[in-house]
């Protein structure tokens, strides 16, 4: 069986300290350095937070935007559902090369409990 030969690796010069008082020294000097490493991690969180407010309020007026169109959407499908799902012979219903799954429970906004809606669900469409 062949042996090998173990070399040692040469650890990289690093300043050591030769006395105690230089190691308070390197003791003070890292607690320094931590401090500015956690104030750097604040400024860091804060710097994130104010940028993520930024883009929430840029997006803000097309997250409201979309929120109208899908309420209308579901207006819509409320509506038209007879029509969208082929009198209920279908569960996925086809519009515009999108397919939306129709599901039984759809939510009411407040104007909409009055039972007019209801109504004209009750209704079959011409």
């Not at 937070?49 to 930024?54: L, P, Q, V």
């Not at 409201?64 to 959407?73: D, F, N, P, T």
């Not at 007019?116 to 011409?126: E, G, I, L, V, Y």
Request: with cysteine.
């Amino acid at each position: 069986m062949a042996t090998t030969k173990r070399t040692k690796r040469k650890q990289p010069a690093v300043p050591t300290p030769q006395n105690i008082e230089e190691a308070a020294k390197f003791v003070r000097e890292a607690g320094e350095q931590q401090s500015e490493i956690e104030r750097i991690t604040i400024e860091l969180a804060q710097d994130l937070k104010n940028t993520e407010a930024f883009y929430v309020a840029l997006a803000a007026p097309h997250v409201k935007k979309r929120e109208e169109l899908i309420r209308g959407l579901c207006v819509f499908a409320q509506t038209h559902r007879g029509d969208l799902t082929e009198e209920m012979a279908k569960a996925i219903a086809g519009l515009s090369k999108r397919k939306f799954k129709v599901t039984a429970s759809v939510t009411k906004s407040k104007s909409e409990s009055n039972g007019s809606s209801a109504a004209r669900r009750k209704q079959k469409p011409t």
